[in-house]
């Protein structure tokens, strides 16, 4: 019998989570269910379907599904394959609270989504663990300098932008040319965040279902050469979905 599930289940959070739902074969009958396993889901408490749009059909498992209010999670899985069968619809509520900062910023555009609290001495806020934040410096505050701008793009106003609510690939990683960090940053430090950053990225395109010819599939390449003692060039290449290969390229200049 299939059965699918969400790790963790519902409860009640302090912190924005993600969420995995996995659809498996017990393996109490015969014949047994045949993977691959197809899950529809909703987060806006309506039922899945394949007639409501707000459905998103996703293969098992799905992986690292952002959660980050008060949100109800609808989802079933099934066979793709015979035997046809499909679980009963679970429902897991996250009671989610949200953190205060966002509703007490009154003086930023509400159509704003992220905010920098501002520290002395070049520092910034990092998120250790639930709950648990500190201050970060020098080398470390440039690792989460170069996630940041590759998954944050400022959307022109007036400008449509579709279901994709994420950078295209290079779009916001050209906003570090130029932009310094301390110098001591190695180049294999700095391939690191870039790895780590896109593949933040490619979970995250794959959530919002951003149109084929801009998801990213895999990452084929990532280079980072030293010019100078401050001054670093890279060259990223990427498959996307469709199979067309994308390369950005640019340079990375040291205080």
Not at 89 to 101: D, G, H, K, N, W
């Amino acid at each position: 019998m299939i059965i699918v599930k969400s790790v963790p289940p519902a409860g009640s959070f302090t912190e924005f989570l993600r969420v995995d739902i996995v659809a498996s074969d017990d393996g109490t009958t015969q014949p047994p269910a045949v993977a691959p396993f197809e899950i529809l889901y909703t987060s806006d408490g309506s039922i899945p379907s394949d007639t409501n749009t707000a459905t998103k059909v996703r293969r098992s498992p799905v992986k690292q599904l952002p959660i980050s209010g008060p949100t109800t999670l609808k989802f079933f899985a099934r066979t793709l394959v015979a035997p046809f069968v499909q679980t009963d619809i679970q429902v897991q509520y996250y009671a989610v609270q949200e953190l205060t900062a966002r509703n007490t910023i009154l003086t930023v555009d509400p159509r704003v989504r992220n905010y920098t609290l501002k520290i002395d001495d070049n520092g910034d806020i990092v998120r250790t663990s639930p709950g648990q934040y500190d201050v970060v410096f020098g080398l470390d505050k440039m690792k989460q300098d170069i996630k940041e701008v590759i998954l944050v793009e400022d959307v022109p106003q007036n400008q449509p932008v579709g279901d994709r609510t994420l950078p295209q690939f290079g779009s916001a990683l050209n906003r570090i040319l130029g932009k310094s960090f301390p110098i001591g940053f190695a180049a294999s430090q700095i391939q690191a965040s870039l790895f780590d950053a896109l593949t933040t990225l490619i979970d995250l395109e794959r959530d919002e279902r951003v149109p084929a010819d801009e998801q990213i599939r895999r990452i084929l390449s990532i280079t980072v050469s030293p010019l100078d003692p401050t001054t670093f060039s890279y060259s990223i290449t990427v498959e996307a979905v469709t199979g067309a290969k994308l390369t950005d390229s640019g340079t990375i200049v040291g205080s």
